[in-house]
């Protein structure tokens, strides 16, 4: 009925009945435990107290019950020490303290964290104007024209008087003008807003209002899909000619790092969509002289991700930063096969899968990755046996599991998975990347030791501004951070630290689920 028993024996009788006799007590030792865990606690001669610990070996390391009972040392030390709960205190000691607050969250590069998204591309054109930038079906651009092109668009913008954070609206199939309007927003000074025109037009029609959208970016075949609203519509297609009178040079940069570069809409639990407001600094962070990936002008990107999912903002920016060649995936639903098709025909190089794709294309397709140097699974748990078949098949590409809330701009933490001898049980989600910091808390926001289960809570340069006209939504989910400068975001996962650093994802806390990498709240439907 019970498996853990805690004894403290206060008799102290014993040396009275042996009178001149010197007592000493000792501690017998059995070849087996009654119960998973026992801990007695004997009051020596001396007056002193000793702990002695049996456990189940087939259960516990002899390293977890020492970690164990050296954190039950130095809660007791805290206790005669501080004056306070006793959930406030730690049961780590200052050294340990260090390791998990500061020591593996040591990541710091120097990074341009004081420039924009699209002054570091045209720094790219600068370095390589003729280098390709996009491709699409049978179209490509260079870095110079795509620049020429963005530029006519944010020229037009501002002389439609769009301002610093002000939010444009994208209803655009995936083409070269979805790179074209991205690129051409933030020049112009505004964010942008992508909308998915296969969502329930109430969601849309949400979207739109909440974001006091001004101006709406689509194709003439699209208009009869958008959602009712005030905003000026702009047609790339039809109103083309006159948008190419404008000033092909690059206009003058009126924003900082610290203004919004996009909102993307999550689900939320009060069934209202929720805006995340990330600045440019969150995604220069992401992808510039950081350490998770290779970020080189020799890689290709597919862009596959709906734009409207932030798998969408490593894919881009990881690319077009960087000097790198994005391939557009023409369509929005991709057959395996058609998936296959063109990772081999433009020998795609870098390639970012949610797990539930990851898991078909290693079934059903994992011939056609052969060309991949850089693979990255996320957005829910990895199956171990699809893993441990890529290590084996495909020894030139790098699998890396990706973890990280749209709240945190894509990525927080990675774990390059290497092939080794021992049995693997399930895939960590590894460390931070770098300049994010990462702390795993119990219920006072204190860090819990190695091996035990809290909440994940994520801060650093990559922190959303918070939830778009949810001022309290935004205070309960973003909270000081008790260690540092800044905020640190509550992600409701529940995870531990492994002995070696790495983190392991547990679960939720809540009852949200992830299905095909996207958020769903089980609130929701019920109501």
Same mark, same amino acid.
Request: glycine fraction near 4%; include cysteine.
């Given at each position: 009925l019970i498996s853990a028993v805690f004894n403290i024996d206060l008799n102290d009788d014993s040396k009275s009945l042996f009178k001149d006799l010197d007592v000493e007590t000792t501690i017998a030792h059995s070849s087996f435990a009654t119960f998973e865990f026992f801990l007695n606690?004997?009051?020596?001669?001396?007056?002193?107290?000793?702990?002695?610990?049996?456990?189940?070996?087939?259960?516990?390391?002899?390293? +977890?019950?020492?970690?164990?009972?050296?954190?039950?040392?130095?809660?007791?030390?805290?206790?005669?020490? +501080?004056v306070g709960s006793i959930g406030k205190l730690s049961l780590l000691s200052s050294s340990q303290q260090q390791q998990l607050l500061v020591g593996w969250n040591n990541n710091q590069t120097?990074?341009?964290?004081?420039?924009?998204?699209?002054?570091?591309?045209?720094e790219r054109v600068e370095i390589d104007p003729d280098a390709i930038a996009l491709v699409f079906e049978q179209q490509q651009l260079t870095y110079r024209e795509l620049n020429n092109r963005s530029n006519q668009l944010a020229n037009y913008l501002i002389g439609l008087g769009v301002q610093p954070d002000e939010l444009i609206g994208m209803a655009?199939?995936?083409?070269?003008?979805?790179?074209?309007?991205?690129?051409?927003?933030?020049?112009?000074?505004g964010a942008y807003l992508p909308l998915d025109?296969?969502?329930?037009?109430?969601?849309?029609?949400?979207?739109?209002?909440?974001?006091?959208?001004?101006?709406?970016?689509?194709?003439?075949?699209?208009?009869?899909?958008?959602p009712t609203h005030q905003a000026r519509v702009v047609c790339l297609d039809t109103d083309w000619e006159e948008i190419a009178r404008s000033n092909p040079t690059n206009p003058p940069c009126l924003v900082r790092s610290t203004n919004l570069a996009y909102v993307m809409y999550t689900s939320g639990s009060t069934g209202q969509p929720k805006g995340v407001c990330i600045p440019h600094q969150g995604v220069v962070r992401l992808v510039r002289e950081t350490n998770?990936?290779?970020?080189?002008?020799q890689q290709? @990107?597919?862009?596959?991700?709906?734009?409207?999912?932030?798998?969408?903002? @490593?894919?881009i920016w990881g690319s077009l930063l960087n000097g790198a060649k994005l391939v557009l995936f023409p369509g929005d639903r991709p057959s395996l096969a058609e998936l296959g098709q063109i990772i081999q025909k433009q020998q795609i190089t870098t390639l970012w899968?949610?797990?539930?794709?990851?898991?078909?294309?290693?079934?059903?397709?994992?011939?056609d990755l052969q060309p991949l140097r850089q693979l990255i699974a996320g957005g829910d748990v990895l199956?171990?046996?699809?893993?441990?078949?890529?290590?084996?098949?495909?020894?030139?590409?790098?699998?890396?599991?990706?973890?990280?809330?749209?709240?945190?701009?894509?990525?927080?933490?990675?774990?390059?998975?290497?092939?080794?001898?021992?049995?693997?049980?399930?895939?960590?989600?590894?460390?931070?990347?770098?300049?994010?910091?990462?702390?795993?808390?119990?219920?006072?926001?204190?860090?819990?030791p190695i091996g035990i289960p809290g909440q994940l809570y994520i801060g650093g340069d990559g922190l959303a501004r918070g939830y778009l006209s949810r001022p309290e939504l935004t205070a309960e989910k973003f909270i000081p951070n008790p260690f540092s400068t800044g905020k640190l975001y509550k992600t409701g996962d529940l995870a531990r630290y492994l002995p070696d650093g790495n983190i392991e994802f547990l679960g939720r806390i809540d009852s949200q689920v992830k299905i095909r990498g996207f958020r769903i709240e089980l609130g929701e439907i019920e109501a």
């Open positions: 606690a004997a009051i020596t001669s001396d007056r002193s107290m000793v702990l002695d610990c049996q456990y189940n070996t087939n259960l516990f390391s002899a390293v +977890t019950i020492h970690c164990r009972l050296t954190e039950f040392e130095n809660l007791l030390t805290h206790i005669v020490e +501080t120097n990074y341009p964290q004081a420039k924009c998204i699209h002054q570091l591309f045209e655009i199939d995936r083409s070269i003008d979805t790179i074209v309007s991205i690129l051409g927003i933030l020049k112009a000074g025109l296969a969502y329930p037009p109430e969601r849309l029609s949400f979207m739109v209002e909440n974001a006091n959208v001004s101006i709406l970016l689509t194709k003439k075949a699209l208009v009869e899909k958008l998770y990936l290779d970020f080189s002008p290709v @990107f597919l862009q596959l991700a709906p734009i409207s999912f932030d798998a969408a903002t @490593f894919e899968l949610t797990a539930g794709l990851f898991h078909l294309m290693v079934d059903e397709r994992l011939a199956s171990v046996p699809h893993v441990q078949k890529v290590l084996s098949t495909l020894p030139n590409c790098q699998l890396i599991n990706g973890y990280g809330p749209t709240e945190n701009t894509t990525f927080t933490c990675y774990y390059p998975i290497v092939k080794t001898g021992t049995l693997l049980t399930s895939i960590p989600i590894g460390r931070p990347i770098a300049n994010t910091q990462v702390y795993i808390l119990d219920a006072y926001l204190q860090p819990v």
